[in-house]
T-cell receptor, first 114, second 113 residues
Framework: EAQVTQNPRYLITVTGKKLTVTCSQN?????MSWYRQDPGLGLRQIYY???????DKGDVPEGYKVSRKEKRNFPLILESPSPNQTSLYFC?????????????FGPGTRLTVL | AQSVSQHNHHVILSEAASLELGCNYS??????LFWYVQYPGQHLQLLLK??????LVKGIKGFEAEFIKSKFSFNLRKPSVQWSDTAEYFC???????????FGTGTRLKVLA
């Protein structure tokens, strides 16, 4: 089944403890992206990647890192999480970085930073 | 600065009522526009998109949207809503030639049976 998977789905952690949220797609998509969703603010793009080893900042990249060493994986790294990073995170992918190609979203990861 | 605005945050309708959700954008050049829907407990999925051509675009599940350049708007419409349309709806934009997406704040639609 074609899908975008994220792990973990739920995570509670403490301030300063490094964490990684994994994202994987099995559709051979070039474009992958991370968003955070907060009440009243909608979805905001954190980072995106046009292909392996090509990443760029979205609107809210502060406090996050990403890497794209393989086409299928695009992990989101929080080196020193803070409470303002408590949010619902979505990974998405599309065949190409183009409006002609639909973005497919993962199920979301709900992160709480205490 | 580039932005996408949705002014209706919560909408409550009865079944069979007509729906129009507002979306306004602000981009310096050509823009591609999208509407996504998030049903309760499900992933976001694409309803429809516009990048050029006919300004009236039709999507899945009977939704349509009209791109009005003079008003910087891309409103979502459905002539008759159903209870199953209860969801959160997001408008999004992508500047032509860029890889960044900007989403609106979303509109929560509740349809009463």
């Amino acid at each position: 089944e074609a899908q975008v998977t994220q792990n973990p789905r739920y995570l509670i952690t403490v301030t300063g403890k490094k964490l990684t949220v994994t994202c994987s797609q099995n559709m051979n998509h070039e474009y992958m992206s991370w968003y955070r969703q907060d009440p009243g603010l909608g979805l905001r793009q954190i980072y995106y990647s046009m292909n392996v080893e090509v990443t760029d900042k979205g609107d809210v990249p502060e406090g996050y890192k990403v890497s794209r060493k393989e086409k299928r994986n695009f992990p989101l790294i929080l080196e020193s999480p803070s409470p303002n990073q408590t949010s619902l995170y979505f990974c998405a992918s599309s065949e190409r970085p183009s409006p002609y190609n639909e973005q497919f979203f993962g199920p979301g990861t709900r992160l709480t930073v205490l | 600065a580039q932005s996408v605005s949705q002014h209706n945050h919560h909408v409550i309708l009865s079944e069979a009522a007509s729906l129009e959700l507002g979306c306004n954008y602000s981009y310096g050049g050509t823009v591609n526009l999208f509407w996504y829907v998030q049903y309760p407990g499900q992933h976001l999925q694409l309803l429809l998109k516009y990048f050029s051509g006919d300004p009236l675009v039709k999507g899945i599940k009977g939704f349509e949207a009209e791109f009005i350049k003079s008003k910087f708007s891309f409103n979502l419409r459905k002539p008759s809503v159903q209870w199953s349309d209860t969801a959160e709806y997001f408008c999004a934009g992508q500047g032509s030639g860029t890889y960044k997406y900007i989403f609106g704040t979303g509109t929560r639609l509740k349809v009463l049976a």
